[in-house]
């Protein structure tokens, strides 16, 4: 890791992501978009990572103002590896984006959905490894946030307002971690794969961190959730979704 | 998951693990072999995680007695398959267990042993992802916990309490977890290798819980430690290593 930066995300430094103004959830999307695409360039960096640590239960070390932060990586980290690879598997198989299909069922089944717009959408994952844990979509399939339009921008800070802030009426503003899942720059090399492009799809993790990780997660890699991600999305959505 | 067994380690409900007299770790251990022997028997489990969780920060709901827990699982989970994977593909190459050959440089570098006896080694790994964080080993090869005999199991409670007291005294008491990394059962399988009993050593890892994880841990599968294994090794150790 060599480059990185902080973003504070408000003028005002008593406020969390979710408090400001859609506005300014905004221009930080802007921020991170121009500086992806500065990034690009550079053919050190093969990948980005955009986080957010919200809360002391998070991690967070700073309480004074909202920040998030962008990593610049000279690899793909393994946890991103292992989505593309999961990923490419299943375009290889059904020539689909796995993502799209995921879209799919729960834009169909509702059961899991917590929100909704013109661009967006916001689940609890089916395999959610923490209560309360949010998956932000693009509906349209898209591989690299960077790619993202204005008009889009917008409506992704509209919806991660609305879910932060639901996450903060209903469930009392846990802590969370908050991070961009992104395709890695796209370079030349013999072992990559050019179907990236369509079996990707960039999305956003928010993991609430009410429970702590024990013994039997570290060592198995599985995660014990004692909350159902259809009692999740029904806590977190304002009305109750239609069965 | 369908077993589940908790062990109360000690009759005294205000003690920890590192608290009893050794005499009880050993109970301790000897219980756990005597279920992984019975449970290897059951033809539905694959794999025994054996985890305790110390302290609130490590997720222990109980805190009014030290209790470990054993679960019987239907599966390999992935973490222990990642590990098995990396051992099969060292052996494949080299023809030695890769934990054979990290322990004796350990042991000959010395600069993050913890504590050593006549069976077992504790040092602070290479790539430590936690502050403290331990590793326990037998010294001599091993693929089985549960074909540890009785003086062997009684060094074992030994350099456990050792090294979990160094861990109070030095670090001021942190939340842990730890947990038995041990190889699955062996069942007769097409795709199931034959030298994992030659290329797998079991272990025990103690990650200490001095510090949040937080989105670029969950994003990257990268972890972020500020304490080098060999300043963590030179504070757990009585005297300073030899270098």
């Known amino acids: ?13 008593d406020r969390s992501l979710h408090e400001p103004e859609v506005e300014e959830i905004s221009n930080v999307i802007g921020a991170y978009i121009a500086r992806i695409r500065d990034l690009e360039g550079d053919k050190r960096v093969r990948y980005v990572l955009i986080f957010k640590n919200h809360g002391e239960g998070a991690g967070a070390h700073t ?53 909704e717009n013109e661009n967006f959408v916001v689940f609890a994952p089916f395999a959610s490894r923490f209560p309360f844990e949010m998956a932000v979509f693009p509906k349209f399939h898209s591989s690299a946030f960077s790619r993202i339009g204005a008009t889009q921008g917008n409506n992704l800070a509209l919806i991660l307002r609305d879910v932060l802030q639901k996450l903060d009426q209903k469930v009392g503003g846990p802590s969370y971690n908050l991070s961009l899942h992104d395709r890695p720059f796209l370079r030349p090399r013999g072992d990559y794969w050019n179907t990236i492009e369509e079996d990707f799809h960039w999305h956003i993790e928010i993991l609430p961190q009410v429970t702590r990780i024990t013994g039997f997660e570290w060592a198995s ?18 009305e109750p979704p239609s069965e």
Request: proline share 5%.
């Open 1 to 13: 890791m060599w480059g990185h930066t902080r973003s504070a995300e408000t003028a005002r430094h």
């Open 63 to 115: 309480i004074s103002h909202s920040i998030s932060q962008l990593v610049a990586l000279p690899v793909t980290p393994r946890a991103v590896k292992t989505k593309l690879m999961i990923a490419r598997g299943y375009f290889a198989l059904k020539e689909r984006c796995i993502y799209c299909d995921v879209i799919e069922q729960e834009l169909k089944s509702r059961k899991r959905l917590i929100a």
């Open 221 to 238: 890699g599985f995660f014990y959730n004692p909350v159902a991600p259809e009692v999740a999305a029904r806590c977190l959505s304002l």
